[in-house]
């Protein structure tokens, strides 16, 4: 089936740098990426969408230069938290749709960020 | 604004209980519909899924899902749970047939079975 990881899975940086989490997609072309954040106890919340080649479609609410994506490839796509701050601390999972996966949204493990 | 709804935040059952989780939506259009577990400590995975055709649909590990349009429901249900099955589970809804659209989850609901 199709797999998608994440790097890292965990990470924990301080307040005012950057990090930045990838995506990839291990056995097929993802065409579209997506980018949530999903709080304890708390349901998915999509942040963005990107598509291989072209700027990331965010959602409403959602500081686009803050949370940097870029989909350069069809098999990486990466997510970069610009000067963190505690809140920003959260689960980010990426999931990614593309040939081959009958158009189902495949999940990355998702990436533990502790901002102290 | 599309929305989806979990009813229930936490359910408790003893192994062997039925299941039954309620999924609504608010769109009057087409949609695909999922449900997906999430384990603890592991990622999202899918159990089932509708895009068309026979409203009844069957997952992985005997669950299996109603999509009742007239009602804009789509519950997931198992007829016997086990303590395996303690989980979260998600519902979520893409609108259209834009295959590589985005999903709309519902809160998720917290699934406990007691041995």
């Known amino acids: 089936g199709a797999v998608v990881s994440q790097h890292p899975s965990w990470v924990i940086c301080k307040s005012g740098t950057s990090v930045k989490i990838e995506c990839r997609s291990l056995d097929f072309q993802a065409t579209t990426m997506f980018w949530y954040r999903q709080f304890p106890k708390q349901s998915l919340m999509l942040m963005a969408t990107?598509?291989?080649?072209?700027?990331?479609?965010?959602e409403q609410g959602v500081e686009k230069d803050k949370f940097l994506i870029n989909h350069a490839s069809l098999t990486l796509s990466t997510l970069t938290v610009t000067s963190a701050h505690p809140e920003d601390s959260s689960f980010y999972i990426c999931?990614?749709?593309?040939?081959?996966?009958?158009?189902?949204?495949?999940f990355g493990p998702g990436t533990r960020l502790t901002v102290t | 604004a599309q929305s989806v709804s979990q009813h229930n935040h936490h359910v408790i059952l003893s192994e062997a209980a039925s299941l039954e989780l309620g999924c609504n939506y608010s769109y009057g259009g087409t949609v695909n519909l999922f449900w997906y577990v999430q384990y603890p400590g592991q990622h999202l995975q899918l159990l089932l899924k509708y895009f068309s055709g026979d409203p009844l649909v069957k997952g992985i590990k005997g669950f299996e899902a109603e999509f009742i349009k007239s009602k804009f429901s789509f519950n997931l249900r198992k007829p016997s749970v086990q303590w395996s099955d303690t989980a979260e589970y998600f519902c979520a809804v893409r609108l259209g047939n834009n295959q590589g659209g985005k999903l709309i989850f519902g809160q998720g609901t917290e699934l406990s079975v007691k041995p």
């Open positions: 999931s990614a749709v593309g040939t081959g996966t009958t158009y189902e949204q495949y």
């Open positions: 990107s598509n291989e080649g072209s700027k990331a479609t965010y």
